[in-house]
């Protein structure tokens, strides 16, 4: 039987963690990389008959782990793949602070784990698997806010918005290939996540959108991680997935 591989960051906790226990289903393969593993997925995968490997990394230094990730592909065999899939999900916010109170490494950190980290993965993939037939697809997970720019979190909106722009880039070069990968820049929607209460308890004075977010809470607008992992899981399967390479899952 072929298998469905899938390759995830940022799959030990939140929406991330939903992701990967909804896609270990039978004859599922599943690579997680992530900074720790989670024991949970060893004994979910065990019980419903999947694959899964577990990478501890910290994605703040990615060329190693895109290195790794490159020879590991290449030792794959294709035929026994029915497809493979990378879905960039990790992320991280810096402090909730104007540019010019920010911290240089906490700065640097956001964007290096927000899309350098994707960048090379994405190099990685698709340069290991460019001659593969089975279907490939890249799923760079995106954010409203990569589109509509929010005081005191520049670093964040900056990668999200060079995510969506470097998505564009590597979706044109791949429709020139025979059997080119699809790709898409995904926003999930505003999901119950830690970040929302990093959000909800920043500093009033340096975070003028608090109030916003505060009021996404009390009128329990935030989607669970289960429920957002599921709409990003089905747009996934799309017919029409990689059509456009910057899209909302709400549409």
Not at 80 to 89: D, E, G, K, R
Not at 113 to 137: D, I, Q, S, Y
Request: hydrophobic content about 50%; charged content about 15%; overall charge neutral.
């Amino acid at each position: 039987m072929q298998q469905r591989l899938t390759i995830l960051t940022g799959a030990s906790r939140g929406m991330g963690l939903a992701m990967a226990e909804q896609l270990l289903q039978p004859g599922a393969r599943l690579l997680c990389i992530s900074r720790k593993a989670n024991a949970s997925l060893d004994a979910l995968a065990a019980q419903r008959g999947a694959l899964l490997e577990q990478w501890q990394a910290d994605l703040a230094d990615a060329a190693p782990v895109a290195a790794r990730l490159s020879a590991w592909l290449q030792a794959q065999v294709p035929a026994t793949l029915q497809s493979a899939t990378l879905i960039n999900n990790a992320g991280v916010i810096s402090a909730l602070a104007p540019v010019r109170d920010g911290q240089a490494a906490d700065l640097a950190n956001a964007l290096r784990v927000g899309l350098e980290a994707p960048l090379l993965l994405c190099a990685a993939f698709l340069g290991a698997t460019r001659h593969w037939t089975a279907p490939r697809k890249v799923l760079n997970i995106s954010s409203g806010l990569g589109r509509r720019a929010m005081a005191s979190s520049a670093s964040y909106c900056a990668a999200k918005a060079g995510l969506d722009h470097f998505s564009r880039s590597l979706a044109m070069e791949e429709a020139l290939q025979a059997h080119g990968a699809k790709v898409c820049s995904l926003a999930p929607g505003v999901i119950a996540t830690d970040m929302q209460v990093q959000l909800r308890s920043a500093d009033p004075q340096a975070f003028p959108d608090i109030g916003n977010f505060q009021a996404l809470h009390e009128r329990g607008m935030l989607s669970s991680p289960d429920e957002a992992a599921a709409r990003i899981l089905a747009y996934l399967e799309r017919a029409d997935f990689g059509t456009d390479p910057v899209a909302d899952v709400r549409g």
